[in-house]
């Protein structure tokens, strides 16, 4: 029956591997392993190993050689690239620069903030750097801005302090999050970077050193208007968005308020 084979290789029922992955593009592409193993500067038993997944997670110099190889032989899309990247663990390209991320910000995704009106939202990156936000978001955190960083903001600026009313468990809860969220990463480049900077702030040091871990996507925090005087909740959400020439780098956060 026609496809049999491709059905004794790739069962319905096998969950995507890298190997298995390779063997289709490589097959697609009626390379042998010998010619891919050549090009790529590794042995064809490698190549072998790799597909029967006897190696889960190539190095990323590996996965670039494979990749430059059967991209020459016929274009990979985009999909096929980053899905290829993912299945071996690795990050697909280099860290993006802020401005690169700011740049993926649409015009419709600016008028989506604007939509949400009194709740405050905005997108903001990996690193928590301010892609964007609306007037809500701006007036409730009054001292970040667009470009800005949310934890440069928190351990540097006395505004943070002014309209948390538990700054230290919002403080905490965030670099909680921040730790989980450089473990999700597998990137050791930016967050080296990051947590230098932030070395500078002696409250930051002695959070990070409490080495509390965080996955919630989901905040409250007890705020205070500063116009009015008053406090409220503001229960905050967090989404990623899988989109853009950045996938897994750009996040969006909304926020709405209740009595306290």
Do not use: C, K
């Not at 390779?22 to 193993?37: H, N, P, T, Y």
């Not at 020459?72 to 999909?79: D, H, I, K």
């Not at 409730?140 to 470009?147: F, I, R, Y």
Request: aromatic share 10%.
């Amino acid at each position: 029956m026609a496809g049999s084979a491709d059905a004794d290789a790739f069962p319905w029922s096998t969950p995507p591997t890298f190997g298995g992955f390779l063997r289709r593009l490589r097959d697609d592409r009626r390379i042998s392993r010998e010619r891919l193993a050549v090009a790529a500067g590794v042995s064809s038993s490698y190549i072998n190993h790799l597909e029967v997944g006897d190696r889960d997670h190539p190095t990323r110099a590996v996965v670039d050689a494979l990749v430059a190889h059967l991209d020459r032989v016929s274009p990979l899309s985009g999909v096929e690239r980053r899905h290829l990247f993912d299945l071996a663990g690795l990050h697909l390209g280099a860290v993006p620069a802020v401005a690169q991320l700011r740049a993926e910000i649409t015009p419709d995704m600016r008028r989506s903030l604007a939509m949400h009106g009194a709740d405050p939202a905005g997108y903001f990156d990996s690193r928590w750097n301010i892609l964007a936000l609306n007037d809500s978001a701006v007036a409730a955190m009054p001292g970040l801005s667009e470009g800005g960083s949310v934890l440069h903001w928190l351990f540097g600026n006395q505004m943070s302090g002014r309209v948390l009313l538990d700054w230290e468990h919002a403080a905490m809860q965030t670099v909680a999050a921040l730790r989980g969220r450089i473990g999700q990463s597998g990137s050791s480049e930016w967050p080296a970077q990051m947590l230098d900077e932030l070395g500078r702030y002696p409250e930051f040091r002695r959070m990070w050193s409490a080495g509390e871990v965080a996955y919630a996507a989901d905040h409250q925090f007890r705020m205070r208007d500063l116009l009015t005087g008053n406090s409220f909740l503001l229960n905050i959400q967090v989404f990623d968005l899988d989109a853009g020439n950045y996938p897994g780098w750009i996040r969006f956060f909304l926020g709405t308020r209740s009595a306290d």
